[in-house]
């Protein structure tokens, strides 16, 4: 990572999705915060890791920082520049999104080519030649044939065509990339070859990546930093090896215990979660882990806490810390 101003940066990004009842669904009823006042950074050549439980709202972070999902409030710069419906068009020809699924994200019904070549159909005046001359030169590039370009997505497995959409997201040559669960849909035997897949690209195109995961260890091997997030909201940030050698929350230490050891004589006290992940309808008061949290104190209860810089670098929303 390099030290100049940050290439993305939010503040205070809240996406809530109205409850709505009544025969026209006209009445609100609640609310669920997916996204509740979330910020952050990344850095140029960085990678954010993002990692929580499913339904902690990762995937509508992603959405929402592409503008792929109206922002209900908070603010979006890259470079510099806020991100607006007004010029988001152009932007995200530099954000690009590579998704969880390969095989609903890719249409069935068009060849390799033309999946690969629709953002230069829509982002650039490239003709037919020289959109074909830059797929091959992707694809190549991602480790597929150039023979590959006639084929249909079902003709391929699962990781190739993760290198599909690998190649889709790079054609246009973007500055940043989400990663929304890349390699969560793939066979453990060939995650670790689409994961260094994109580490070589990182370094190639000089990429900075938010690399979203349920999975720790795999955060862990890609990230520069990571982010903890739980029901809406960051609950630890910090550098990688800060983070597994000075884990503060609660939550966080629960994920790291959860990490396979690969020696089967090694012993880890794994740290076993009571109770359910509450109800995004009605939270708990105060602190929204503080049901699952074994060492809940009355201040839990009654104030949520807040993300705070406990040692450079190293943010906390913690009361206990």
């Given at each position: ?88 068009q ?22 390799i080519e ?8 829509v ?13 091959a ?11 590959a370009?006639?084929k ?41 070859t ?10 190639s195109?000089?990429?900075s ?9 795999v ?17 630890e ?40 992940i ?13 049901t699952?949290?074994?060492k ?26």
């Amino acid at each position: 990572m390099t030290n100049s101003a940050p290439l993305i940066r939010t503040e205070h990004l809240r996406k809530y999705y109205p409850i709505r009842k009544g025969f026209l669904k006209n009445k609100v009823v609640g609310t669920i915060k997916a996204v509740d006042d979330v910020s952050f950074y990344i850095g140029e050549e960085e990678v954010l890791g993002l990692v929580g439980e499913s339904g902690c709202g990762k995937s509508t972070l992603s959405r929402v920082l592409l503008h792929l999902t109206d922002l209900t409030s908070g603010d979006i710069w890259y470079r510099g520049e806020k991100a607006t419906k007004d010029n988001i068009q152009t932007l995200r020809q530099k954000m690009q999104m590579i998704f969880q699924d390969p095989y609903s994200s890719l249409d069935p019904r068009m060849t390799i080519e033309k999946i690969v070549a629709e953002p230069l159909r829509v982002h650039t005046e490239y003709d037919k030649n020289q959109r074909r001359q830059a797929v091959a030169e992707v694809l190549e590039k991602v480790g597929l044939p150039e023979d590959a370009m006639q084929k249909y997505p079902h003709e391929f497995s699962g990781g190739q065509r993760q290198r599909i959409g690998i190649a889709r997201a790079l054609i246009l040559q973007p500055d940043f990339i989400v990663c929304d669960e890349p390699v969560s849909a793939l066979d453990v035997s060939i995650q670790a070859t689409i994961l260094n897949l994109f580490t070589e690209m990182r370094e190639s195109f000089r990429l900075s990546y938010l690399f979203i995961s349920h999975d720790m260890s795999v955060v862990k091997h890609i990230s520069d930093r990571i982010a903890v997030m739980y029901m809406g909201k960051i609950v630890e940030l910090a550098q990688k090896d800060e983070l597994f050698s000075n884990t503060l929350h609660p939550y966080s230490i629960a994920l790291i215990s959860a990490i396979p050891i690969p020696d089967p004589k090694a012993k880890r006290n794994r740290i076993i979660l009571t109770g359910d992940i509450p109800n995004p309808v009605n939270p708990p008061s105060g602190c929204p882990f503080r049901t699952r949290c074994g060492k809940a104190s009355p201040l839990c209860e009654a104030e949520p806490p807040v993300l705070r810089e406990k040692t450079p670098g190293h943010f906390v929303a913690c009361h206990l810390c």
